[in-house]
């Protein structure tokens, strides 16, 4: 069946009082941005729903797949739209409906009528009844079951006449821009491109940083971060990525602090890099993909001690999940494949062989103090040589 509109479901934003227009503005600009390469296609809000109506050809999958991309989404339901609204065409259309919608005829329903036109002349309990004996009459393998059907059969009389009964699970969440600006940290792992995934569907808008360490890590390296934060894009929108000068920094602490502290050390100054830019970028927090326990760097007392360089929340959605959690999201959201890609780490060529898993502020300070005088300048350096790359939804 040719759709030539979708009702968009959404819940949560429901619950927002007087606020709820301000949600479903953003999240109809999110959709006409989305799906406007897809087709031509007007996207309207109408007491409490949000429709898409076809003005063109358009392949189905495509779009559906890019609403399903879309946050704040919880239902898609291709709806078949009528002008009239009298009830005799209302009975053709209800089994032209069901003919076009569904292969087999075999399975149970109940037809569930709203009435949106109050002066419609029969009550929804009327137009259910008779439309269900019209079902039943034109496809004789169906059965009713109004406790738990198979199908519900959504009718809905407005001004126009809409009929659906395929609801497509979207994404949930808020629409992106409802709830500020984050920086996420995004290094070529698993966990970040997750991380910056869960923030986005609370409606938070994303900017990344990836501290990039030539000649330890390769171009290579680089384009996977790039292409990374492209499938992120496809969900957040456009994400500027900074890319940061971090061979500097890291050799000046290698060459003068303990080798065991030294991923602890990094961190801090990436924390203090990704503050910098988050604020300079109107951010209000940053992201990372830390997970407690995971490795040296994220047992508790680790991220205490990295923690504490931190003026601005740092959010860690993965922080309770087990790694094959985290994996099941990124095979979900389609960054597994690129995020196991074989690539180097400007954490792991460093890597000491038994870092700290208890390490004692006082201690890291203690070895930051050492690179007093020579650091200030190379994070100055760094944060003025700092490329910014466009990274666009490839879909
Ligand atoms: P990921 O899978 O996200 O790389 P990880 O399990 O490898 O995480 P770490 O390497 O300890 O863990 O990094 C912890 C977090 O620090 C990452 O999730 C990311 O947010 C940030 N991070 C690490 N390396 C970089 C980097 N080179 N650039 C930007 N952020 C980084
Ligand atoms: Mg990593």
Redesign the pocket.
């Known amino acids: 069946m040719e759709y030539k509109a979708f009702m968009i479901k959404y819940a949560e934003i429901g619950t927002k009082g007087k606020n709820r227009y301000l949600f479903e503005d953003i999240l109809c600009k999110n959709i006409n941005r989305k799906i406007k390469k897809l087709g031509d296609f007007r996207v309207r809000k109408e007491q409490g729903r949000i429709f898409i109506d076809a003005q063109s050809d358009y392949d189905y999958e495509d779009v559906i797949s890019a609403l399903q991309k879309i946050f704040g989404i919880v239902g898609i339901c291709p709806v078949m739209v009528t002008e009239t609204t009298d009830f005799e065409s209302m009975r053709h259309d209800v089994i032209s409906y069901v003919k076009q919608a569904y292969d087999r005829h075999t399975f149970t329903f109940k037809v569930d009528t709203r009435r949106n036109d109050k002066t419609f002349p029969m009550t929804s309990m009327e137009v259910n009844a008779e439309l269900g004996h019209d079902l039943l009459v034109a496809f004789p393998e169906l059965s009713v079951d109004v406790h738990q059907p198979q199908e519900i059969i959504h009718v809905e009389i407005r001004r126009q006449l809409y009929i659906y009964s395929i609801i497509i699970p979207g994404p949930g969440g808020l629409p992106v821009g409802t709830n500020g600006k984050g920086m ?12 910056a995934y869960m923030i986005a569907k609370r409606g938070v808008e994303m900017e990344a ?5 030539p000649p330890f ?1 390769s171009e290579r390296a680089k384009k996977k ?1 790039i292409d990374l934060a492209g499938l992120v894009a496809d969900y957040t929108g456009t994400i500027r990525l900074h890319v940061v000068n ?1 061979s500097d920094i890291q050799m000046a602490i290698y060459d003068n602090c303990p080798h065991e502290e030294l ?1 602890i050390i990094m ?1 801090r100054f ?1 924390i203090r890099i ?1 503050e910098e830019l988050a604020k300079k970028n109107d951010c209000q927090c940053t ?5 407690i326990g ?2 040296s ?2 047992t508790v007392f680790s991220l205490c001690v990295i923690n504490d360089v931190s003026t601005l929340p740092v959010f860690r959605p ?1 922080i309770g999940l087990d790694k094959q959690e985290i994996v099941d999201i990124a095979e979900k959201i389609g960054t597994y494949e690129t ?1 196991i890609l074989p690539y180097e ?4 060529t460093f890597v000491a062989k038994h870092p700290v898993t208890r390490p004692a502020l006082s201690a890291i300070e203690k070895s930051e103090a050492k690179l007093q005088g020579t650091i200030e300048e190379l994070l100055q350096k760094a944060l003025e040589s700092v490329e910014t790359i466009l990274c666009r939804s490839r879909e």
């Open positions: 996420a940290l995004l290094s070529g792992g698993i966990d970040s491109p997750v991380a940083v990836y501290f990039h360490a890590t971060v971090f991923t961190k990436m990704a992201v990372t993909g830390e997970s995971q490795v760097s994220q993965c995020s780490d400007c954490c792991t």
